[in-house]
């Protein structure tokens, strides 16, 4: 499953945005892995452009599974979990074909980690806790700095 970490309210939405984008292409779920604090807080932030209606239409007609959308109440539509039932090892070789065309670049953000002697992981809402942290430590002399996971 894709991961996605945000550490502001507009990367919250760009990444919902770029996950239903993902979760689409791949029919497959994405996390975005924000914590309750970015979920109560409000920051300013800019939406992306919305899409027509042609293009909702497009989407909607490209999808693979009538479940997602609705269907006619007469009409039986079966909706299988990947993990029970018949076919598994079809599934996970599907999966796997699917796995191979992701980018594996994993998008991380370095905060001065140049010169560091201490660099520090953290992501969400601590990830500007430690930013914060990492300028006092450079004010008082110490080098440190930040890997943020994206």
Same mark, same amino acid.
């Given at each position: 499953?894709?991961?996605?970490?945000?550490?502001? *309210?507009?990367?919250? *939405? @760009?990444?919902?945005? =770029?996950?239903?984008? #993902?979760?689409? /292409?791949?029919?497959?779920? *994405?996390?975005? #892995?924000?914590?309750?604090?970015?979920?109560?807080?409000?920051?300013? $932030?800019? #939406?992306?452009?919305?899409?027509? @209606?042609?293009?909702?239409?497009?989407?909607?007609?490209? /999808?693979?599974?009538?479940?997602?959308?609705?269907?006619?109440?007469? =009409?039986?539509? #079966?909706?299988?979990?990947?993990? *029970?039932?018949?076919?598994?090892?079809?599934?996970?070789?599907?999966?796997?074909?699917?796995? %191979?065309?992701? @980018?594996?670049?994993?998008? $991380?953000?370095?905060?001065?980690?140049? @010169?560091?002697?201490?660099?520090?992981?953290?992501?969400?809402?601590?990830?500007?806790?430690? %930013?914060?942290?990492?300028?006092?430590? /450079?004010? =008082?002399?110490?080098?440190?700095?930040?890997?943020?996971?994206?």
């Amino acid at each position: 499953m894709i991961v996605q970490a945000p550490s502001t *309210v507009q990367e919250c *939405v @760009d990444m919902v945005y =770029e996950a239903f984008d #993902l979760a689409e /292409r791949d029919d497959n779920p *994405v996390l975005i #892995l924000a914590d309750g604090v970015l979920g109560t807080m409000m920051e300013p $932030v800019v #939406l992306p452009e919305m899409k027509t @209606d042609e293009e909702v239409k497009a989407l909607k007609a490209a /999808r693979r599974h009538k479940s997602v959308v609705g269907h006619p109440a007469e =009409e039986r539509v #079966l909706a299988e979990p990947g993990s *029970v039932g018949t076919g598994q090892e079809a599934r996970n070789i599907a999966a796997a074909e699917m796995y %191979k065309t992701w @980018d594996k670049d994993v998008k $991380v953000e370095e905060f001065m980690t140049d @010169d560091a002697e201490i660099i520090m992981a953290a992501y969400g809402i601590s990830a500007r806790i430690a %930013k914060t942290a990492v300028k006092t430590l /450079r004010e =008082e002399g110490i080098k440190a700095g930040l890997i943020r996971p994206v």
